[in-house]
T-cell receptor
Framework: GAVVSQHPSRVICKSGTSVKIECRSL??????MFWYRQFPKQSLMLMAT?????????EQGVEKDKFLINHASLTLSTLTVTSAHPEDSSFYIC?????????FGPGTRLTVL | AQSVTQLGSHVSVSEGALVLLRCNYS??????LFWYVQYPNQGLQLLLK??????LVKGINGFEAEFKKSETSFHLTKPSAHMSDAAEYFC????????????FGSGTRLQVQP
């Protein structure tokens, strides 16, 4: 399967700052990428669908101005959490769409103090 | 709309015992179905997937699942549990065409007792 990396794996920031998370497809040209959020001891919730070269599609209840997604190339999508607050602390996981399955990155643990 | 229900947020078995994790789905169109495993602070690893044809699907690490359309179920089984199987397991569903975003169940934490 395809290999997906995320950077950073962990980030701690102060409230009010912005944080960028990178999702890279290392060996597959990913037209479509997905961003999920997972709160402790909960399931994964889809935040947005990212398509290369076009605007992301956000799920209901996800603020697009707060969670900025840029899918500038077939191998890179970024998620920027703007003006982060403690309630944004979560595990963020990206995935790429393969032929009939998704391939997941290892996740990024965001802690906002 | 699609949804997934995983019965039992926690399942505990003895090492060597049968593992059965339950998953029922709801979908207006024939779905793709998946089981993923997640270890603490890690991403998801695909155990197996149902995309078409064979209804009994074999996956990695000795796991298998059977797609039963009449019961809208996709339960995960393993004949003999290992200590290393202790993890969180997620069942997921997606459409076969279009966006194909995954909808996850709430997860089942599997504990394996020595």
């Amino acid at each position: 399967g395809a290999v997906v990396s995320q950077h950073p794996s962990r980030v701690i920031c102060k409230s009010g700052t912005s944080v960028k998370i990178e999702c890279r497809s290392l060996d597959f040209q990913a037209t479509t990428m997905f961003w999920y959020r997972q709160f402790p001891k909960q399931s994964l919730m889809l935040m947005a669908t990212s398509n290369e070269g076009s605007k992301a599609t956000y799920e209901q209840g996800v603020e697009k101005d707060k969670f900025l997604i840029n899918h500038a190339s077939l191998t890179l999508s970024t998620l920027t959490v703007t003006s982060a607050h403690p309630e944004d602390s979560s595990f963020y996981i990206c995935s790429i769409q393969g032929y009939n399955e998704q391939f997941f990155g290892p996740g990024t643990r965001l802690t906002v103090l | 709309a699609q949804s997934v229900t995983q019965l039992g947020s926690h399942v505990s078995v003895s090492e060597g015992a049968l593992v059965l994790l339950r998953c029922n789905y709801s979908s207006s169109v024939p779905p793709y179905l998946f089981w993923y495993v997640q270890y603490p602070n890690q991403g998801l690893q695909l155990l197996l997937k149902y995309t078409s044809a064979a209804t009994l699907v074999k996956g990695i690490n000795g796991f298998e699942a059977e797609f039963k359309k009449s019961e809208t179920s996709f339960h995960l089984t393993k004949p003999s549990a290992h200590m290393s199987d202790a993890a969180e397991y997620f069942c997921a569903v997606s459409e076969r065409t279009g966006r194909r975003a995954l909808t996850f169940g709430s997860g089942t934490r599997l504990q394996v007792q020595p």
